[in-house]
């Protein structure tokens, strides 16, 4: 599976839309861009998931670009209660794992 | 529902003694893992089981052992513990597996831990 490259830290203002980046240059074309975010020591939760065509449901966006090499997901109006780690992970859809790096720790300031 | 269950939430080990954690899933979910996480660092894939009777190795699974009896439950096994073994332990489930590989089958749900300390 390609691995995933993400800043390590971010800070978003309460209200703000928050914009968390990930790059995966090696991503190949049967493998799925994945988000997951973990709040304080929860175990984490699916957010949102995608191929190449930008996906929207009811707690994020994910835009990926049109090479495939990066990603972004949105959350459109960050609330405290985002405060998390947001892991973006890339993998192929049969006999493969999900491996997690340390993510994207999202603190949402008031 | 319950979804996945972890018991216990906490635990305390001497050195060299062995215990087992436990899962189990009420989804009907063929896939099950199991992760570690250390402070500061992200969760690391211990085992994980395709369906009953089947299991694998993930990235760390040195001190540790499985078995998948039946569909619901996957439970880690420490035989001899170790203070390296230190750490908050996850069980997650999917429907994916690879005999209805679909990317929306494979979303992770995940229990809510079991810290363990090892002294």
Redesign the interface.
């Known amino acids: 599976d390609a691995k995933t490259t993400q800043p390590p830290s971010m800070d978003c203002a309460e209200g703000r839309a928050a914009n968390l980046p990930c790059n995966h240059s090696t991503i190949s074309g049967n493998e799925y861009v994945y988000w997951y975010r973990q709040i304080h020591s929860q175990g984490p939760q699916y957010i949102i998931h995608g191929l190449k065509n930008n996906e929207t449901n009811e707690m994020a966006s994910l835009i990926i670009t049109e090479d495939r090499k990066s990603s972004t997901l949105i959350l459109p109006h960050a609330t405290l209660r985002d405060t998390a780690v947001y892991y973006c992970i890339v993998k192929g859809t049969t006999g493969n794992q999900f491996y997690f790096g340390t993510g994207t720790s999202l603190t949402v300031i008031p | 529902n319950a979804g ?1 269950t972890q018991t216990p939430k906490f635990q305390v080990l001497k050195t060299g003694q062995s215990m087992t954690l436990q899962c189990a899933q009420d989804m009907n979910h063929e896939y099950m ?1 199991w ?1 570690r996480q250390d402070p ?6 211990i085992h ?1 089981s395709v369906g009953a009777g089947i299991t694998d190795q ?2 760390v699974p040195n001190g540790y052992n499985v078995s998948r009896s039946t569909t619901e439950d996957f439970p880690l096994r420490l035989l001899s513990a170790a203070p390296s073994q230190t750490s ?1 332990y ?1 069980c ?1 489930s999917s429907y ?1 597996t ?1 005999r209805r ?4 089958n ?8 079991t810290q363990l300390s090892v002294l």
Not at chain 2, 40 to 45: A, D, E, T, V
Not at chain 2, 106 to 113: R, T
Request: neutral net charge.
């Open positions: 996945v893992s992760y500061g660092m992200g969760l690391r894939l994980y993930g990235e908050v996850f997650a994916g690879t590989p679909a990317p929306t494979e979303k992770l749900f995940f229990g809510s831990g």
